[in-house]
DNA sequence: CGAATACTGTGCCATATGGCTAAGTATGAC
DNA sequence: GTCATACTTAGCCATATGGCACAGTATTCG
């Protein structure tokens, strides 16, 4: 239950740079081409096509191409991981307050 | 409503490492010594002091000491922050979905 | 006090990252 | 066919990252 590491590595990783988060909000709203969105990054192409292959090896997006065209989309299930591991993190969380809460409840139980 | 970005940045910079993110998983469970926590990576202490200090600087973990022993400690609410960005794109992905479905629920206004 | 413990500080290293320019390829428009 | 467009490839560069060894410093234990 907490043997994604690699997967979830890479996901962190690709969203860890702000333009590549960008990237993913912008997505969100529809598939769009890789210049229309590298029109709104100070970078040039090729700095921004490296982003663009870093977010589809992690698996965060799709590219196609058609014609000169290369289209990318959101992989939405994918973010869905990072939200598992955070999900995982609040039930570790709350267990925990369980257990202290229980300690507080029974008292006789204490230290 | 995203210009969290320097925040983002850093939290996601910090859990981006699975050591990191595996420090905060054991400390969801509680509060532990900085000597316990290394004990348990194949990494030596100096390397693991600067994965606690990033964690620090990131606002994820924060640490006390006492004596000669560093106690490190999640702070929960930092993660929470992660959870919003994800929810966003959630949201601002719903909201298309919900466009989409207008136009195939109104297909008078479609193209 | 002297030794063991628990970090802490310094400095070095290899690799990864994010950016650039310059040149190349493939496709669509005229 | 020629030219503009939309990437794509190649190579270079500075900085950041994650690891190490080795040498401190500060507490605690006997």
Redesign the interface.
Known sequence: M?QY?EE??GL??A????TR?EV??RL???PQSVGDLASAFPITLPSFMKHVRTLEANGLIRTTKSGRVRTCA?R?ER?AL??G??A???R??ED?TDRLERLVAEPEEQQ
């Open positions: 907490a590491s979830l590595d962190f990783v969203l860890a740079d702000p988060r993913v909000r969100g709203r529809g959101l939405r973010l990072v939200d591991w955070l995982e993190q609040r570790i969380w925990r």
